[in-house]
């Protein structure tokens, strides 16, 4: 059984495009992240839901928007995709948001041509 | 929160070697953790230090936390090929804070 689970594993959408990313976990954490990597492997946390609450909301473009329907799933829509959106985007969990490790999804490579 | 900075950015060892990764950070923390990326898959925790603590190990690694010098090194004992990976460091600084990466430690173990 996968920990953590993302959809799809590849996405290729053309420029102006709405898409969405799914990530699920199993583990019963109580906090989700999005990670965003970029081509030099820097990773830049974009969000995270601790019991469906927004916690972190850094300086992102707001045609990213998470939507948490409970704990165990935290999904990332993006509107009007563009060519920088390009990177491999990650889903992680923690037990809770007071440091503990987080397990990592294997990430969803999106590709905006 | 705040980003490690690990060093160097790129190691090239035999197999059998010992790989040694150093990481230092700026402010206070409460733990710093430690994560292994293989090439197209997502971080694996490896280890937690926590600020209290001097060393650790699980298997072939140790991780000693320097709090004075804020700065941490992962050793990986009698390297293999299949160790690999890029290797972040990520200081955790208090609650509800998020980890913050660095970009990494590209090491290769040559068979």
């Known amino acids: 059984d996968t920990a953590v689970s993302q959809t799809p594993k590849y996405l290729v959408t053309q420029m102006g495009n709405d898409k969405s990313i799914k990530c699920e976990q199993n583990l019963g954490h109580d906090t989700m992240y999005w990670y965003k990597q970029d081509s030099k492997k820097f990773l830049k946390i974009m969000f995270s839901y601790n019991n469906k609450e927004l916690i972190i909301n850094e300086t992102v473009p707001n045609r990213f928007s998470p939507k948490s329907p409970d704990k165990a799933h935290l999904n990332l829509h993006i509107n009007s995709l563009e060519l920088g959106d390009s990177a491999v985007y990650f889903c992680?969990?923690?037990?809770?948001?007071?440091?503990?490790?987080?397990?990592f999804g294997s990430g969803t490579r999106l590709t905006v041509v | 929160s705040q980003q490690g900075e690990e060093d160097p950015q790129a190691l090239s060892i035999q197999e059998g070697e010992n790989a040694t990764m150093n990481c230092s950070y700026k402010?206070?923390?409460?733990?710093l953790q430690w994560y292994r990326q293989n090439s197209g898959r997502g971080l694996v925790h490896l280890i937690l230090i926590r600020s209290n603590e001097r060393e650790k190990h699980s298997g072939r690694l140790r991780v000693t936390l320097d709090t004075s010098k804020k700065s941490s090194s992962l050793l990986i004992t009698a390297s293999r090929a299949a160790d690999t990976a890029s290797y972040f460091c990520a200081p955790y600084t208090g609650a509800n804070s998020k980890l913050t990466f660095g970009k990494g430690i590209t090491l290769s173990v040559r068979p």
């Open positions: 402010t206070s923390i409460n733990n």
């Open positions: 992680a969990s923690s037990p809770n948001a007071g440091g503990y490790g987080y397990t």
